[in-house]
């Protein structure tokens, strides 16, 4: 079992940064890929970027390249989004999930075995 907590979602302005945290417990962390969704209202819940276990693969939505950072700390067991360059459109409820799929996979949400609360970021124009 993996229990994740995300933060650091808030009310920002279009043009500036959030860094949204998600801590986890339980079983091995560094064994899961570690990824972050978006649910806005009315619309599906969509991938926004992924991490392999060791930190070396990432991936991204092409909507959020060149703007997102994932990364992760396997001694603190966390992972984390740095977001830049925030537009209206960005606003919606972050997820935090964990899979023993691939990267290959990643985009994927079925394929995730935990999930965590959420945390909102909101963008206004």
């Known amino acids: 079992q993996v229990q994740l907590v995300e933060s650091g979602g808030g009310l920002v302005q279009a043009g500036g940064s959030l860094r949204l945290s998600c801590a986890a417990s339980?079983?091995?962390?560094?064994?899961?890929?570690m990824s972050w969704f978006r649910q806005a209202p009315g619309k599906e819940r969509e991938f926004v970027a992924a991490?392999?276990?060791?930190?070396?693969?990432?991936s991204y939505a092409d909507s959020v390249k060149g703007r997102f950072t994932i990364s992760r700390d396997n001694a603190k067991n966390t992972v984390y989004l740095q977001m830049n360059s925030l537009k209206p459109e960005d606003t919606a409820l972050y997820y935090c999930?964990?899979?023993?799929?691939?990267?290959?996979?990643?985009?994927?949400?079925?394929?995730?075995?935990?999930w965590g609360q959420g945390t909102q970021v909101t963008v206004s124009s």
């Open positions: 999930a964990a899979a023993t799929t691939d990267m290959s996979r990643a985009t994927m949400p079925t394929l995730y075995d935990y």
């Open positions: 991490v392999s276990w060791s930190g070396a693969s990432k």
């Open positions: 339980g079983s091995s962390f560094s064994i899961y890929i």
